[in-house]
């Protein structure tokens, strides 16, 4: 076939597929807030991850072919696993883990914080995000299985009620 060897380029695309599963794990073993609450650390965290399994998952061939094997294979893995996520609710809790409640009626669920690798700084500027000054003032903080940390205050309460006043029909226009 051209000198082109598949065996070799399957190898390839297998390497690429056992280095998405070792991350994904690791991520998961490590603590999801890593998804979506990146700080500088954590971006460059990600950044040396993906050079250092480059190699492991090429290997010498630095080809234009190796290269696409290796996309190919984690193209099709991610394409099975986000399947599998959604297919079986058992399978995503497993990978995915599941969202965390870590204020309840203005209370820091501390264990909760704690189990989530989260600091009060984080927490605190998390619900600042949302603009509510103060933890007392949170009726439900969750941290979302993505990473994110949702917060429901009774500010919110008050902008919703208003959005739905102003959203009601008006006379009928002819």
Known sequence: MNGIDVSSLMLIAGKAIAIYLFVIFAFRLFGKKELAQLS?????????ISNSVQNAMVGPDNTLLGGMAAATGLFLINY???WLLKLSPKFSDAVQGHSVMLIYEGKVIKENLETSMLTMEELEAAIREHG????????LA???VDGNISVLSDN???KSLRK????QPNSKKS
């Open 80 to 82: 099975l696993f986000k």
């Open 40 to 48: 500088v650390i954590d971006l460059v965290f990600i950044l040396l």
């Open 132 to 139: 509510v000054k103060d933890i007392q003032k949170v009726n």
């Open 164 to 167: 739905r006043k102003t959203r």
């Open 156 to 158: 919110f309460k008050q």
């Open 142 to 144: 969750v941290l979302e």
